[in-house]
Structure formats: structure tokens, C-alpha cells
């Protein structure tokens, strides 16, 4: 069983940055493929992006060159950092380990307002 936390959620000025991070229980973590999606109201959970245990990453076409996903498997951490914000942005984003069928945290809010 692997527990997942997220952290680092906020209110931030378009444009400005976010760095999340994920704190994963459990002995196995790093064989997990981790991810981060979000859900902006009204709408679907959509991927944000992806990174396999040996640090292969996978992005959605909108997050590419403003976001950077990154983990350390010593410290069971998948991080998000987020520049370049947008008021699109605003959603909630959830950490998970193994896709769809697997681990879901409870996910953490991104407000991008001015």
C-alpha cells in the first residue's frame, strides 16, 4: 500500500511559480511510475505529467517548458515545479503512484489569480 501527500498548493499571481511536492509512503516506492494530474472545476482530471522510477518523463502538451516533474527515490518525493502560471492553471492537483488503477492522493489547490 503506498500513501501519497501532497504539499505546496497556494494562490499565485499569473505568471509567478509553484513547487509541489508528493511524500510517498511504503518500501517500493521507486519502482512506481508517479504522476501528477489535475482537475480544474467542471472539468476532468487531465495528466499533467509523468516520470518512471529511472527518471524517464512524459508531459502534457500545455506543460511543456513550464513545468518540470522530478523525484528522489531516496527520499520518496515527487516534486512539480511550476513557472510561467496561468489563471488556467487554477486546479487541484493530484499526486499518483502506478496510473490510473493505482494510488491517489488527496490532492492539493493551485489558485492562479491577480
Known amino acids: 500500500q503506498v500513501q501519497l501527500v501532497e504539499s505546496g498548493g497556494g494562490l499565485v499571481q499569473p505568471g509567478g511559480s509553484l513547487r509541489l511536492s508528493c511524500a510517498a509512503s511504503?518500501?517500493?516506492?521507486?519502482?512506481?511510475?508517479m504522476g501528477w494530474y489535475r482537475q480544474a472545476p467542471g472539468k476532468q482530471r487531465e495528466l499533467v505529467a509523468t516520470?518512471?522510477?529511472?527518471?524517464?518523463?512524459n508531459y502534457a502538451d500545455s506543460m511543456k517548458g513550464r513545468f518540470t516533474i522530478s523525484r528522489d527515490n531516496a527520499k520518496n518525493m515527487v516534486n512539480l515545479q511550476m513557472n510561467s502560471l496561468k489563471p488556467e492553471d487554477t486546479a487541484v492537483y493530484y499526486c499518483n503512484a502506478g496510473g490510473g488503477l493505482g494510488h491517489w492522493g488527496k490532492g492539493t489547490l493551485v489558485t492562479v489569480s491577480s
Open positions: 516520470i518512471t522510477g529511472g527518471g524517464y518523463t
Open positions: 511504503g518500501s517500493r516506492f521507486s519502482i512506481y511510475t
